[in-house]
T-cell receptor, first 113, second 111 residues
């Protein structure tokens, strides 16, 4: 069975500071890994994904994530936070042939001016 | 390009009333379709998924049901709503690469 754990339900950073959102996963097969962002009262939008190949994945809005198999982690980072980054972020895992995606509980990011 | 529609955007219903939420996808064929519920301040709960017309898999026993009468149409229903059915309902479709694409959601409040 697959699972996702997002460490920290709330993260607060200052504008211009590093953003680090933590995600650990469990999967018995090579996983597909995703980060999604959700703004209030909207659906989820894909930020980036890892399937195979390069372990450092770049996404939209300056975000990137690194797949570390040995640590079963897929942490999301952004060098410099912007006010518009304030949103909820979901890490998710899927197996290569499965129909279902397992989502973490989400981390709400606050950006202080 | 592919788009996904959900309606209505918001809905306020009394306890015990019926429910019908509709989701349609454009620009793709034979998608996997999903219904999720997001309760206030919580993550996504998968309710139903469908791999084809008339094929529905239920993830959580409850008073909700789903149907897929056409390839790109997915409907979420209830005969009698409960207070606990309140939440944000999201429809999504999935590509072979694994990522899901979400609709704008329906905010349901049951009073």
């Amino acid at each position: 069975a697959q699972s996702v754990t997002q460490l920290g339900s709330h993260v607060s950073v200052s504008e211009g500071a590093l953003v680090l959102l933590r995600c650990n996963y469990s999967s018995s097969v090579p996983p597909y890994l995703f980060w999604y962002v959700q703004y209030p009262n909207q659906g989820l939008q894909l930020l980036l994904k890892y399937t195979t190949g390069a372990t450092l994945v770049k996404g939209i809005n300056g975000f990137e994530a690194e797949f570390k198999k040995s640590e079963t982690s897929f942490h999301l980072t952004k060098p410099s936070a912007h006010m518009s980054d304030a949103a909820e972020y979901f890490c998710a895992v899927s197996d290569t042939g499965g129909f279902k995606t397992i989502f973490g509980a989400g981390t709400r990011l606050f950006v202080k001016a | 390009s592919q788009t996904i529609h959900q309606w209505p955007a918001t809905l306020v219903q009394p306890v015990g009333s019926p429910l019908s939420l509709e989701c349609t996808v454009e620009g793709t064929s034979n998608p996997n379709l999903y219904w999720y519920r997001q309760a206030a301040g919580r993550g996504l709960q998968l309710l139903f998924y469908s791999v084809g017309i008339g094929q529905i898999s239920s993830e959580v026993p409850q008073n909700l049901s789903a149907s897929r009468p056409q390839d790109r149409q997915f409907i979420l229903s209830s005969k009698k709503l409960l207070l606990s059915d309140s939440g944000f309902y999201l429809c999504a479709w999935r590509l072979g690469g694994g990522e899901q694409f979400f609709g704008p959601g329906t905010r349901l409040t049951v009073l």
